[in-house]
């Protein structure tokens, strides 16, 4: 299995190479944050939270409404390079256990997605230190990044889920986004816990970086839809006949 | 006309319609939620609140959803590979034209149905007196407008790349971009922006009261070109993609 998984990612690396879709994670968090600490520093006098202000700033909008997206974009990409053409033959006819090569598939969607969310903290860090805050940075931003990367995950494993069964590439696009505003409702009707797309958010703290939340619950969660939607796509791979293009 | 039909044709049960349909209702939805439960207050400004709220609504969903329907409607070429085959067939401004068609009457559907769920909910939620049609009327022309932009800029990017990632990345990040230029200022000329320079109503809220004041909006010269601005990016978008498609190597 182990093997099988290295040889998997492997094959996924190799098909992404030279592919610059990784560029999306990049630039739109430093659209967010540049205008994130715009708006930070022209209501500096009732934003006076500082690094817990600017954070607020640059992650509201991108947490809730477009990393959602982005992760849905990538995966989707992940999927159309089977979808197309005859890959799908070659695809269920590799000398790999199907769990390894999802797997594999899996591995690239959340080395991204972590990327992604580093680079989030690094501009973060940047940012507030361009703007002069003199304040220490805060502590707290480890649990952040911890927390999100638990949310994006299973963001990952939805996402994916969605990409291998509907063969456009668009339409999972459509259900992240029309998931991410979803979240924006279950996060005000106290549901955020347990929806996928708000679970990321409620991690990343994108709302309120001093609100308190249930870590356990987040753990619990997040690792149970990871286990559910990875099952269902492993098990969409073997049981369902999907015809090559 | 034949080629518009074949584009009709060829769009049979891939379910964009029905894409659309989703997505819209998700607008829908977030459009019940905002004001579910309004007051007196509320009651007397409904009409104009709705015509607020409609823009900076669809300022958020619109370049994603254009950007999704252009992707269904130019990928059908890119998984057939049929582009040297229609080509041969006709000539290669009428398959574009019959696109831009196509996706019009999707985008004719989409406002159509906005603004009748936007009066249907009015009307149940009993706000007081009746939409000012001509201010209505305005909003449903500049809306089209600005979808029918986005559309022409998105079917543009995802016919020239087969990687459908970058358009899709293109659409999600104007939506991000609009959502931000929401918060400096209500118009701009970028094409993302169209929906904040057509928005005809404002919001004044007073902190201490903290009530909201709704007003119609009186354009600036400078607000008035970013609205004709839309006109200019629909010219050029569709000038551009018309021509880039034409020289396009199958």
Known sequence: MHTSYIRAVKAESLKLKRSPVWLAFYALPVISAFFGTMNYKLNIEVLQSEWYSLWSQHTLFLCYLFMPALIGTYCSYLWRLEHTRHNWNSFLTAPLPLSSLYLGKLT???RVSVLGNLWIFALFFICGTLTGIQSPFPREALEWFLCGTLGAVAVCCVQLFFSLVIRSFSIPIGIALAGGIFGLYMTNHDYGMDYPYSIYCLGMRANNPNMEISISTLVVNSIGYMIVFATLSIFYLRRHEIAAN | MITLRMEFQKI???KIALTMCALICVQFAWLLWSGSHPDE????????EMLHSLPLVSVIMMPTIMSVLASRLADVEHKGNTYKLLNTLR???ELYHAKVICGLCFILAISAAQFIFVIVLGYARDYAGHPEWNYYAKAFVLNLACCLSLYLLQLLLSMLFFNQ???LVVGIGGSMLGLILMYIKM???????????SAQVRMDWNPETRVIHFYYREYSTLELCAVFMIFVWIVVFYTVGRILFKRKEV
């Not at chain 2, 207050?41 to 104009?48: D, N, T, V």
């Not at chain 2, 118009?187 to 320079?197: C, D, E, N, R």
């Open chain 2, 165 to 167: 990632m970058i358009p």
């Open chain 2, 187 to 197: 118009y701009s000329f970028l094409p993302w922006g169209g929906f904040l320079s």
């Open chain 2, 12 to 14: 049979r049960r891939k």
């Open chain 2, 41 to 48: 207050s509320g009651r007397l400004q409904g009409w104009i």
């Open chain 2, 91 to 93: 000539r290669p401004g």
């Open chain 1, 108 to 110: 690239q969607a959340v």
